[in-house]
């Protein structure tokens, strides 16, 4: 199949890198540089004027322009299907035209806080929903076709109407992201003295604060009613809570707690409904804290070892300390095997923290 992806950026040059085994691929960018790129990183080849007519279009520019790329691609290949990879799917539907039974919308729900071709990764889209937006018109083999492309990546498509998806990625994408930039926007003016104190709590949240303004801009402007409606259900909780804290200020005691209480246990109900490992229902770990040396190869070690003991990692986060030459890895394992891990390590050498049991 000769694919041409529109749009060379993270999303374009990965699903390139990702698809060039089994097809040709065809680049094309507003930005000559940056299609340039993306052939070198080896994710196909520039579009040139001999270049074969596609069978498939892949439009993988920003939302505010998708809509009419992917109007220019059924004008411009009426044999071909076309799909975009927008991150909003109901603002580009409405404005598609003529061809548009050739045309699904589909959405990888994959990305990095770093943006543009540099940043690509063609395993980048394995084990990820990919979701497709047919509408009453799209042809069954255009549907089809956006799926297989979404399996052969390593996604596993979900079909939805685009009404349901903008008004999901509103709540598990477009809202966190503005969340996770508020906190980290709170440190702007904090003194230094303060943020040397910063822990993994705070970078867990602030992680994706490092994202690009433009293309955020763009994104919440192609869905706004969703993220508007969210984010109000946000501000009457955070209302509630600052009444509560308030109250506590003003009155030196404890009478407001509940408020606070309320939103840490409404937030432990919602987090225990994020699906699990392979998205599967949510299981609890144990996490073993086990210090780990500031040089080379140490973190390779640690995996080598917890392998030899017969443990399965389900999970780690690594936290510098600071001022410290170590950094914390908190491993998450199945609650029978954390005492062997623990035992072994400390065997070896490793020093352990502390082993923690999640709460039921």
Same mark, same amino acid.
């Given at each position: 199949?000769?694919?041409?992806?529109?749009?060379?950026?993270?999303?374009?040059?990965?699903?390139?890198?990702?698809?060039?085994?089994?097809?040709?691929?065809?680049? +094309?960018?507003?930005? @000559?540089?940056?299609?340039?790129?993306?052939?070198?990183?080896?994710?196909?080849?520039?579009?040139?004027?001999?270049?074969?007519?596609?069978?498939?279009?892949?439009?993988?520019? @920003?939302?505010?322009?998708?809509?009419?790329?992917?109007?220019?691609?059924?004008?411009?290949? @009426?044999?071909?299907?076309?799909?975009?990879?927008?991150?909003?799917?109901?603002?580009?539907?409405?404005?598609?035209?003529?061809?548009?039974?050739?045309?699904?919308?589909?959405?990888?729900?994959?990305?990095?806080?770093?943006?543009?071709?540099?940043?690509?990764?063609?395993?980048?889209?394995?084990?990820?929903?990919?979701?497709?937006?047919?509408?009453?018109?799209?042809?069954?083999?255009?549907?089809?076709?956006?799926?297989?492309?979404?399996? +052969?990546?390593?996604?596993?498509?979900?079909?939805?109407?685009?009404?349901?998806?903008?008004?999901?990625?509103?709540?598990?994408?477009?809202?966190?992201?503005?969340?996770?930039?508020?906190?980290?926007?709170?440190?702007?003016?904090?003194?230094?003295?303060?943020?040397?104190?910063?822990?993994?709590?705070?970078?867990?949240?602030?992680?994706?604060?490092?994202?690009?303004?433009?293309?955020?801009?763009?994104?919440?402007?192609?869905? @706004?009613?969703?993220?508007?409606?969210?984010?109000?259900?946000?501000?009457?909780?955070?209302?509630?809570?600052?009444?509560?804290?308030?109250?506590?200020?003003?009155?030196?005691?404890?009478?407001?707690?509940?408020?606070?209480?309320?939103?840490?246990?409404?937030?432990?109900?919602?987090?225990?409904?994020?699906?699990?490992?392979?998205?599967?229902?949510?299981?609890?770990?144990?996490?073993?804290?086990?210090?780990?040396?500031?040089?080379?190869?140490?973190?390779?070690?640690?995996?080598?070892?917890?392998?030899?003991?017969?443990?399965?990692?389900?999970?780690?986060?690594?936290?510098?300390?600071?001022?410290?030459?170590?950094?914390?890895?908190?491993?998450?394992?199945?609650?029978?095997?954390?005492?062997?891990?623990?035992?072994?390590?400390?065997?070896?050498?490793?020093?352990?923290?502390?082993?923690?049991?999640? +709460?039921?």
């Amino acid at each position: 199949m000769i694919i041409r992806i529109i749009g060379t950026g993270l999303l374009g040059t990965s699903l390139g890198l990702a698809l060039s085994p089994r097809h040709e691929i065809q680049l +094309e960018d507003a930005s @000559p540089m940056t299609a340039a790129l993306a052939q070198d990183l080896g994710a196909g080849t520039e579009v040139t004027d001999e270049s074969a007519a596609p069978d498939l279009v892949i439009v993988a520019t @920003p939302p505010d322009v998708a809509a009419d790329t992917v109007n220019r691609a059924l004008t411009d290949f @009426p044999d071909a299907l076309v799909t975009d990879v927008a991150s909003v799917k109901a603002i580009v539907l409405a404005e598609v035209g003529s061809g548009r039974e050739r045309y699904v919308g589909s959405h990888p729900m994959a990305g990095r806080e770093r943006s543009g071709a540099i940043a690509a990764d063609g395993d980048l889209f394995i084990g990820r929903p990919w979701v497709v937006v047919p509408h009453e018109t799209s042809r069954p083999d255009a549907v089809e076709t956006v799926k297989r492309i979404a399996m +052969e990546v390593g996604g596993f498509p979900i079909e939805m109407s685009a009404a349901a998806h903008d008004s999901a990625v509103a709540r598990v994408s477009h809202v966190p992201q503005l969340m996770s930039s508020l906190v980290a926007a709170t440190l702007v003016d904090a003194p230094p003295s303060s943020l040397d104190l910063a822990g993994q709590g705070l970078r867990d949240v602030t992680r994706i604060a490092g994202s690009d303004p433009k293309l955020w801009s763009t994104i919440i402007a192609g869905n @706004p009613s969703s993220v508007a409606d969210i984010l109000r259900e946000v501000r009457s909780r955070l209302d509630s809570l600052i009444d509560g804290v308030e109250t506590m200020a003003e009155q030196n005691a404890y009478t407001g707690v509940a408020s606070v209480a309320k939103v840490i246990s409404d937030g432990n109900i919602g987090v225990s409904r994020i699906p699990g490992k392979h998205g599967g229902a949510p299981v609890r770990y144990a996490t073993v804290y086990v210090l780990v040396p500031d040089k080379p190869g140490e973190l390779g070690r640690l995996f080598t070892e917890a392998g030899e003991i017969g443990v399965n990692i389900e999970d780690l986060t690594l936290e510098h300390s600071a001022a410290q030459p170590v950094g914390r890895a908190a491993i998450s394992v199945n609650p029978s095997r954390a005492k062997p891990l623990a035992d072994g390590l400390e065997e070896r050498g490793w020093t352990i923290a502390s082993v923690e049991m999640e +709460e039921s």
